[in-house]
């Protein structure tokens, strides 16, 4: 092995995955997508493609995924950044190694997910205590300390990896024999289907196939780039939006009149 | 002095930041966002109810319950329940109307939010920027990274459209909102389509199948099945798209999740790999 991250590299990727969960708790500009967050330690590490690689992979199982209702859903982002680490210095195929330790770790990291929620609602009695209280002050203070369950849940696993997790990974490198290695890397191809079929629970698959039909035939028979592929499905969903909207229109000077008649 | 209550530009603009970043930072199963939409709120109860102890008291008792919902649809509640509350700051009455409004609003206004922001945004800039990356390109990740910027500068529209509109908004918004989501989600379905095909890679191996010896040459004899070419021949991204079917038809039984759905798909490129059906 290749005398592992120094000090500043393991603070730095530390720290981002500390504030990634606070950023997509409040202003939301990135530092908890899973690419963003990969290419960031892939440029501290020296391999800033590798980053790109490994982010692409995970970020493909989790297309329109969220937290939606306070649901818990796999950590890609730690996950793919102490892959991102661990793997650059390994020399690991980047796909393998984010569809063999990034998958596994980002489902472990659930569970601090759902401790961090947890350990909030202490603050959340504390805070109770302050609204007999009148102490506004304090209901504040309560609010703003949830930052560090939040914090901690992302920054405290990243940390301890990125410390011992080399010669882990080395070793299982050395160990897992080649096909299953050469399994991780198809399981790396095939996974982006788990995204897409997560997504498709979410949309009107059945009432409007046509479109996915359109997406398909575009990519599969006239290999349109995804890029072409979105702004004829903008296209479309401008003219959905127009009907609609003229619908609407529609169906309230429709209303006016039958109330004019009665 | 019913003017020294009034919220200025500079105010609400605070109240709108002060919103986005404490909606979530102290979220808890208990109350969710009820502790982050206390603590925005603080200024609002001092300044309307700051000289009535008795009001004072009762306004933080209503905004510390639960709350949850989509944070961007947030603005809006937020905006909507400040001018409310403002409005009616000399009897206190607001505070009543204010909670059933948020109690109401809170789930139907997630459902939307969690569509375009999360979902739609989500698969159209994650599969733009997933497949730029895997060819390690980083532009998919910048032209996400301009769409995050955007909406946070939208948030700032979406406040003032609930404070200066009010309850009204409710009403008007609801028709073009149920619009942009059934347009949003064709946007969603027409990129899914495409990226099932470009995305899920499904290459199959040729299999070789010994015929013997060839008795003239004494050459192995083998017949090629070139599985790839086989499929192909029937339809581009024919094994994509029965995977993509097959995976949502699972997805939709009790028995599986996402969780469970990557482990399989784990478990099956494996055996897969092994028996040199892929290539």
Known sequence: MSGGLSIIQILLITAWAFWSIVDSLSWNIGFNNCILACLFTGVVVGDMKYGLIVGGTLQMTQLGAGTYGGASIPNITSSGMIATALGAASGADPIAMASSIGIALAALFTQLDILARFSNTAFQHIADKYVEEDNTKGIALMNTLGIIPWGLSRGLPVLLLLVAGQGVVDNLIKIIPAFIMNGFKFAGGLLPVVGFAILMRYLPVLKKPQFIILGFVLAAYINMPILGIALIGTAAALITYQNATAKLAAGAAQGGDDDYDE | ?279
């Open chain 2, 1 to 279: 002095m019913t003017n020294s209550k009034k919220f200025t530009k500079k105010e609400l603009r605070s109240l709108n930041l002060r919103w986005i970043w404490n909606s979530q930072i102290g979220w808890n199963y208990e109350r969710m966002q009820g502790l982050g939409y206390l603590t925005t709120m603080l200024p609002v109860i001092d300044k309307l109810y700051g000289d009535r102890p008795e009001l004072k008291q009762k306004a933080l008792r209503t905004h510390s319950v639960f709350f949850n919902t989509q944070p961007a649809m947030g603005d809006i509640i937020v905006g909507m329940n400040i001018a409310i509350e403002e409005q009616t700051a000399e009897t206190g009455s607001g505070l009543d109307v204010a909670a059933s409004i948020k109690t109401a609003l809170m789930g139907p206004f997630a459902g939307i939010g969690d569509t375009i922001f999360g979902m739609i945004a989500g698969a159209v800039f994650g599969s733009i920027a997933a497949t730029m990356a895997l060819e390690g390109n980083a532009l998919g990740i910048a032209i996400w990274e301009i769409w995050m910027v955007a909406v946070l500068l939208f948030r700032t529209k979406m406040f003032d459209m609930g404070y200066e509109q009010g309850v009204k908004l409710v009403t008007s918004l609801s028709g073009t909102m149920n619009a942009l989501t059934e347009a949003a989600s064709v946007l969603g379905l027409t990129v899914v389509g495409g990226m099932i095909a470009l995305n899920v890679k499904f290459p199959l191996a040729t299999l070789k199948m010994s015929l013997g010896i060839d008795p003239e040459t004494g050459e192995e004899m083998f017949n090629e099945f070139n599985l790839q070419k086989y499929a192909d021949s029937i339809m581009p991204a024919l094994f994509p798209a029965l995977f993509a079917a097959l995976c949502y038809w699972m997805l939709g039984k009790k028995w599986m999740n996402s969780n469970k759905l990557i482990l399989v798909v784990v478990l099956f490129a494996i055996v897969l790999a092994f028996f040199g059906v892929l290539a």
